[in-house]
Structure formats: C-alpha cells, structure tokens
Nanobody
Framework: QVQLVESGGGLVQAGGSLRLSCAAS????????MAWFRQAPGKEREFVAG????????RYADSVKGRFAISRDNAKNTVYLQMNSLRPEDTAIYYCAADRVNQAIAAIVAAYDDWGQGTQVTVSS
C-alpha cells in the first residue's frame, strides 16, 4: 500500500493558478502510474490527469486540456498538478491516486489502488 498526502489546495479567483502536490510514502512510487481525480458536491469522482511511471506520457480530461499540467519527480516521490486559468467549475476536492498494477494511464476510479485524503480547491467568480 502507498500512503498519499495531497497539499496545495485553497481559494483562488477565476483566472488564477494553483499547484497541487502529492507526496508518496514508498520509494516504489516510481514504478506506478499516478493520477489526479476530482469530486464536486453532488457529483461523481472524475478523472483529471494521469502520468506514467516514467513521466513521458500524460493524459488529460478534455475539460482541463491546455490549462492543467501533471508532472512527477520520482526522486522526491511526488506528483504535481499545475492548474492555470482556473474556472469556478474547477471547484472540487482533488485526490491523488496510485495504480500499482497497470502501466497505461486509466481514467476510471476502479483502476487505482491507493488514494490520498484530498485537498479542497475553490475558485470564486
């Protein structure tokens, strides 16, 4: 099991930026595909962005393409989500997740084995 701890959430005005971080507890983190999901009140958890173990391949939800960027630093056991041009509809709890099985980036909740506790992102209009 991998312990994941997110940080970096907060309140920001529309058009602003935030950078989320997710710190993992295990060195084997570098072997896992990682992803960010989000869940808004009354909605299902949805895929936001994912990255392969090497960092060479990324995948984004259409709603965030061109605005968000996922990256990782395996030496620091950390994955990041840079969020620019934020919109009120980006308001949600953002979760980091680890896939200990698949090499490809999955966009479904069930593919991920470990989850962080989440960090709140609120974008005001």
């Amino acid at each position: 099991q991998v312990q994941l701890v997110e940080s970096g959430g907060g309140l920001v005005q529309a058009g602003g930026s935030l950078r989320l971080s997710c710190a993992a507890s295990r060195r084997t983190f570098s072997n896992y595909a990682m992803a960010w999901f989000r869940q808004a009140p009354g909605k299902e958890r949805e895929f936001v962005a994912g990255i392969t173990w090497s960092g060479l391949i990324t995948r984004y939800a259409d709603s965030v393409k061109g605005r968000f960027a996922i990256s990782r630093d395996n030496a620091k056991n950390t994955v990041y989500l840079q969020m620019n041009s934020l919109r009120p509809e980006d308001t949600a709890i953002y979760y980091c997740a680890a896939d200990r099985v698949n090499q490809a980036i999955a966009a479904i909740v069930a593919a991920y084995d470990d989850w962080g506790q989440g960090t709140q992102v609120t974008v005001s209009s």
